[in-house]
């Protein structure tokens, strides 16, 4: 029973850029949210998918954003690049649809991007 | 708002010590989730135990143990005997009901050392 995977496992991009982080989530899980972790931070809650539609967004601008495919696996954009958004980013998928709601997240090892 | 205090930064051991994690919540809701997740140096959040806020009996599963305390906001984290493989980052992670948004605290590194 693979976990959730995220791809790809590290990535360096410059000031300005764009990209594209992938999630696949649990298999059984329908839900998918999207954490940032600065270095020795916790985890910052992006946005959650659920049914293809975000349902719930966390304090970041409008550089980010995601999708959900029917599959359940997920995708996190962000634009315009800048310094700061250097992290780990989290991928966590739960089986919410099924009723399970408030069932632990199970995460994925996590897209560390570095932003020169 | 919802937030989670983890005043402990680094706490280093020699291994079979006990050690103590401590975490403090703060939230508004009269329901919520606790949760204790490790994060080893692979990066990966490993889920520990979850608590509900109507659940306030004290849980034990082999070397660890939690402590949740309404009337204090706490849910501390217990390790007997430590080992050198619970060396890690642990957070403590608040949760409201209906959407499965986590709060996270910042986090405590665990060094045990043999």
């Known amino acids: 029973d693979a976990g959730v995977t995220q791809s790809p496992t590290h990535l360096i991009k410059t000031r300005g850029q764009q990209v594209t982080l992938r999630c696949s989530p649990k298999s059984g899980h329908d839900t998918v949210s999207w954490y940032q972790q600065a270095l020795g931070q916790g985890p910052q809650f992006i946005f959650q998918y659920y049914e293809e539609e975000e349902r719930q967004r966390g304090n970041f601008p409008d550089r980010f954003s995601g999708h959900q495919f029917p599959n359940y696996s997920s995708e996190l954009n962000v634009n315009a690049l800048l310094l700061g958004d250097s992290a780990l980013y989290l991928c966590?998928?739960?089986?919410f649809g099924s009723g399970e709601s408030n069932q632990p997240q199970h995460f994925g090892d996590g897209t560390r991007l570095s932003i020169l | 708002a919802q937030k989670v205090t983890q005043a402990q930064t680094e706490i280093s051991v020699v291994e079979k010590e006990d050690v103590t994690l401590d975490c403090v919540y703060e939230t508004r809701d009269t329901t919520y989730y606790l949760f204790w997740y490790k994060q080893p140096p692979s990066g990966e959040l490993v889920f520990l135990i979850r608590r509900n806020s109507f659940d306030e009996q004290n849980e034990i599963s082999g070397r660890y143990s939690w402590n949740f305390q309404k009337s204090t906001s706490s849910f501390n984290f217990t390790i007997t005997a430590s080992q050198v493989v619970d060396s890690a980052v642990y957070f403590c992670?608040?949760?409201?009901?209906?959407?499965?948004?986590?709060?996270f605290g910042t986090g405590t590194r665990l060094l045990v050392s043999p």
């Open positions: 966590a998928s739960s089986p």
């Open positions: 992670a608040l949760m409201n009901t209906g959407f499965q948004k986590l709060v």
